[in-house]
């Protein structure tokens, strides 16, 4: 009984690092993997099944890790929509990048968008000239939502890509 008890401690404080370390390093990193991403995930994924489970490598041992690791984020999910504070904390507010045809570039910088991705959004939603953005967000799930003047409103989904180019150049 011990040693359940000893992966269910273990899987409880694995999952809760990695909320904070996903939250430190930004969440927003998992809107859309690329190659670097997945690699970086399923080695991270196997670098903490031991200190998940331990010396229990049974089949018991990796289900009830399973198991716990569902559980906390059933919990989790539950906490953030009833507790507000908790809310804060999980989830990142939504940002504006460009507000009546100015693009924020210190916002940009800050969560790690070039000048070039923005203006890629902007043309997944058949946008032409930053001056048209009424408003671009960078949403809670890592995608990039553009209001343009226009009276009729177009539908797309803009699905973040990671570009690390810098914002040197964009204006």
């Given at each position: ?13 694995v999952?809760?690092f ?7 390093f ?5 809107s ?34 399973a ?25 990142q ?7 009546k045809g100015?693009?924020?570039f210190?916002?940009?910088s800050k ?7 923005l ?5 997944e939603?058949g946008?032409?000239h ?11 799930d ?7 003047g ?11 890509k990671h570009n ?7 204006n």
């Amino acid at each position: 009984m011990e040693i359940y008890l000893n992966v269910i401690v273990r899987c409880v404080a694995v999952y809760l690092f990695m909320l904070i370390a996903i939250r430190v390093f930004g969440k927003k990193e998992l809107s859309q993997l690329n190659t670097v991403d997945v690699i970086l995930i399923l080695l991270i994924s196997n670098a903490v099944q031991n200190a998940m489970v331990g010396d229990d490598t049974s089949l018991g041992g990796g289900l009830l890790a399973a198991l716990v690791l569902f559980l906390v984020n059933f919990f989790i999910k539950r906490m953030v929509l009833k507790n507000k504070f908790f809310q804060k904390i999980v989830e990142q507010k939504p940002q504006v990048l460009v507000h009546k045809g100015k693009p924020d570039f210190d916002m940009l910088s800050k969560i790690g968008i070039s000048a070039d991705e923005l203006y890629e959004a902007m043309r997944e939603h058949g946008v032409e000239h930053i001056k048209d953005v009424k408003l671009a967000m960078f949403e809670e799930d890592g995608n990039i939502s553009i209001i343009s003047g226009e009276s009729v409103l177009k539908h797309s989904v803009y699905k973040r890509k990671h570009n690390h180019k810098n914002l040197q150049g964009a204006n």
